[in-house]
């Protein structure tokens, strides 16, 4: 399968719609996903990255059916996650011959993969490779975007970023540009992309982003390596990256929790009506994390202000799915939000300090104690959880 993007640029990868979920069980891709890989063919022909393992003979044998397995001069591994790299035994086992290009890190991860001994070649940033037409792609490492080898490389003349996984969405479609596809579901799996996956390296976003503008390079197209590809207004994602990038919040509460019989559940309808009507113009989003789609939590988590987390007190800990979730929200290293913990308890009643201790590890600024409430909530609980809320939506 090849599509054409320019005379000597074509995407060669997969689009995969049955994925429904990606990183093992982590993250939920309800609109399946791409493993974008492309050819370069000017008077050097390049492959830039290759598709997941389970599709790599699919992917040779394809190079193959369109004459490229053997024309092949280079292949430039951007990225050693198995989503990019899956292919590259396959590809190299029918041409051991062939040099692959990656940073010095990309030789670790690829090695600790797939063990073998192939021909590397050592790149960082500023180096080239000479494609001829007077045209060379420029190499910059991306280390953390996503893992410590990840890069990107610049396509002169045809002015094209392949950026591998910055930029990127899970998100299938046969259309492949950013102006073909709806606009909401794509900006919403952009958001979604970044929240899950990226939220932690922040401050290399922005400090890769300003290192690739103070380059001033014309970017005609930003070619990711999932999902479609940016011509029209191909800069207009990484303005929102900038934006993500620097502590990112909207004036949006979330409010995660589980319940075992509607005690907490009922604490959390009550809170949420009254900062909605405390505060109309903040948006209000619940999650039962047991019930919803967690990435999706983690999204409103990272659009939102500030979050309330609760879970009756069970075994003088919390509910699994609040405990797996709050491991999730530690490890992204959200900054610039406030938060709060509540819950319902029989006896003994732990559960807003256990979530206050995981929210604070977790870089939230705790606006409080927290509120509990003893048994089902009573009319005078239900009465005290509403001015809790109220409270709440001053202090934040
Ligand atoms: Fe799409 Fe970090 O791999």
Not at 283 to 293: A, E, F, G, I, P
Not at 307 to 322: E, H, M, N, R, Y
């Amino acid at each position: 399968m090849r599509k054409t993007l320019t005379p000597t640029v074509s995407w060669v990868g997969k689009t995969d719609w049955e994925l429904t979920r990606f990183h093992g069980d982590e993250y939920s891709t309800h609109k399946g996903s791409s493993y974008n890989s492309y050819v370069v063919e000017e008077e050097k022909t390049v492959l830039i990255d290759t598709v997941w393992l389970p599709y790599a003979k699919e992917f040779v044998d394809n190079l193959e059916a369109e004459g490229l397995l053997a024309k092949l001069d280079a292949v430039i591994a951007q990225h050693a996650e198995i989503d990019h790299s899956g292919a590259l035994p396959e590809l190299l086992r029918r041409r051991p011959d062939l040099p692959v290009y990656c940073t010095a890190n990309g030789v670790k991860s690829l090695k600790g993969h797939y063990h073998g001994n192939w021909d590397f070649h050592v790149v960082k940033t500023g180096d080239e490779y000479a494609l001829g037409n007077g045209k060379k792609l420029v190499f910059v490492e991306a280390p953390m975007l996503h893992w410590p080898d990840s890069m990107f490389s610049y396509m002169t003349g045809d002015a094209i970023l392949f950026s591998n996984d910055a930029f990127g969405q899970h998100y299938a479609s046969e259309r492949y540009y950013n102006d073909l596809v709806d606009q909401d579901e794509l900006y919403s799996e952009c958001i979604k992309y970044y929240a899950n996956i990226l939220t932690p390296f922040s401050a290399l976003v922005k400090a890769k982003i300003e290192q690739v503008l103070s380059l001033n390079l014309p970017v005609a197209m930003i070619a990711t390596s999932h999902g479609v590809i940016w011509r029209d207004n191909p800069t207009q994602i990484v303005q929102k990256y900038m934006e993500w990038a620097q502590d990112y919040k909207e004036d949006r509460v979330t409010i995660l929790y589980d319940t075992m019989w509607q005690g907490t559940r009922i604490l959390a309808d009550t809170m949420a009506k009254a900062i909605s009507e405390a505060s109309p113009s903040t948006t209000v989003v619940l999650h039962c994390l047991s019930k919803s789609d967690k990435n999706d939590a983690i999204t409103d988590v990272f659009r939102s202000k500030a979050i309330l987390v609760g879970s009756p007190t069970i075994g003088k800990g919390i509910l699994t799915a609040v405990a797996g979730s709050m491991e999730q929200i530690k490890g992204l290293r959200f900054k610039g939000k406030k938060a709060a913990a509540f819950g319902c308890y029989g006896w003994s009643g732990e559960s807003p300090k256990v979530i206050s201790e995981l929210l604070k590890d977790s870089g939230f600024e705790l606006v409080d104690d927290g509120f509990k409430a003893l048994w089902n909530p009573d009319k005078d609980a239900i009465a005290s959880a509403y001015e809790y809320g109220k409270a709440f939506a001053a202090k934040i």
